[in-house]
């Protein structure tokens, strides 16, 4: 049987050291990071109450969007 570099526990450079220091300011942004093709997602917690009539993230979805509608458009980009 073939001998594999797994099996050679004693030699210590290829031990992991216990704590690494990165040096932050060379790093990169991830290019990947909001590529992944999903929709970002922002998590409400709500009430109780309000849970047991909306039991999926659509019906909150529908509701609100409802809402806007109705709203009257704030002027200069102002939000609730």
Do not use: C, H, W
Not at 59 to 76: F, H, Y
Request: cysteine-free; charged content about 30%; glycine content about 2%.
């Amino acid at each position: 049987m073939k001998k594999t570099p797994f099996n050679d526990s004693s030699n210590s450079e290829d031990e992991l050291l216990p704590e690494y220091r990165l040096d932050y300011k060379k790093a990169k942004p991830n290019r990947f990071a909001n590529r992944s093709g999903k929709q970002q997602m922002t998590v409400v917690v709500l009430d109780e109450d309000i849970a047991r009539i909306f039991s999926t993230p659509e019906a909150v979805n529908k509701v609100l969007r409802a809402l806007i509608e109705a709203m009257p458009q704030a002027s200069s980009g102002e939000t609730v």
